[in-house]
């Protein structure tokens, strides 16, 4: 099991606020490539970023569509690891836990977490592309994209593109917690897309104690007051174990 410094499993242990912000490296070892890896095979030659866009998929729905639904089809066979199993059982040890998910992958829920607000949407979930309203899934199936039922614009996925707001109420609720929190924990993520990546920031202005777990220097390293360089899926067993 990996060791966890003891003085901060003493912060652990004294803090009644705990805010938790997930990226994609926590889903790596339940065989969802990180967002920045995911562009194997087929997709080797296209850049994340020129794909999640409104710009991408007015240019090329069907392009778009269908990387989507290459990466709907593994996450469905993903199933949570001891990563988010361990951040499930925090959540009943803390008075006030809030777990943030840039993720879409739902693999929190699936794990058992309670409270997850998911900052860039839901993969799982449709809408429309241009009334923006919710399409179920029995819409979601013949021409690719499908239609929306209601006004014929085109279906795309329930995620937030780069250029879109972030659902207001949820980063709303993830400012607040990263201000009241003791402990700031940042777990799988390059720390390069915003606004998620100020929360930590946020948290720090407020007195927090900033923990990153990730195998490699983000940019938010130089701020955080404890680094546990590994992969999630073992590390927060350990802190969960330990604390
Ligand atoms: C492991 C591991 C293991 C590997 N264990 N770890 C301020 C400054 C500059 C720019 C901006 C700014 N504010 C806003 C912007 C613009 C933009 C932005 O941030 N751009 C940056 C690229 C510079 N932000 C936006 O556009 C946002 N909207 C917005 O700001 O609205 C207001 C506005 C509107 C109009 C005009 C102007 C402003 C929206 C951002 C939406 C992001 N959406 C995506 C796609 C979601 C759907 C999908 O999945 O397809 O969200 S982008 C992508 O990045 C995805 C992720 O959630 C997000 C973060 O990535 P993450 O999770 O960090 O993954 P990776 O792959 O980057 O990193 C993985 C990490 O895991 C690595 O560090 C590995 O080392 C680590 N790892 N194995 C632990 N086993």
């Known amino acids: 099991m990996s060791q966890v410094p003891i003085a901060l499993l003493m912060r652990l242990r004294k803090a009644r606020s705990v805010a938790v912000l997930t990226g994609a490296g926590i889903s790596a070892e339940s065989g969802v490539p990180t967002f920045r890896d995911a562009m194997t095979g087929l997709w080797a030659r296209f850049r994340p970023e020129d794909l999640a866009t409104r710009e991408a998929f007015r240019r090329n729905p069907k392009l778009v569509w269908d990387w989507y639904q290459w990466r709907r089809g593994l996450i469905e066979k993903a199933r949570p690891n001891a990563g988010h199993e361990a951040l499930a059982r925090l959540e009943d040890r803390f008075a006030d836990f809030t777990l943030i998910t840039q993720n879409v992958d739902d693999l929190h829920r699936k794990a058992g977490s309670r409270k997850v607000l998911e900052l860039h949407g839901n993969i799982r979930r449709n809408k429309c592309f241009e009334d923006n309203g919710p399409v179920d899934d029995r819409a979601a199936e013949g021409e690719a994209p499908p239609r929306c039922p209601r006004c014929g614009g085109r279906v795309r996925p329930d995620v937030v593109w780069f250029g879109e707001y972030l659902p207001q109420a949820e980063l709303a609720a993830a400012f607040e917690a990263s201000r009241r929190c003791e402990v700031f924990l940042c777990v799988g993520t390059s720390a390069l897309v915003h606004p998620a990546a100020s929360l930590p920031v946020e948290a720090?202005?407020?007195?927090?104690?900033?923990?990153?777990?990730?195998?490699?220097?983000?940019?938010?390293?130089?701020?955080?007051?404890f680094s546990l360089r590994g992969p999630a899926a073992s590390m927060l067993p350990g802190l969960l174990a330990q604390t």
């Open 204 to 225: 720090l202005k407020h007195d927090a104690c900033l923990v990153e777990i990730n195998p490699v220097e983000t940019p938010l390293s130089p701020l955080c007051e």
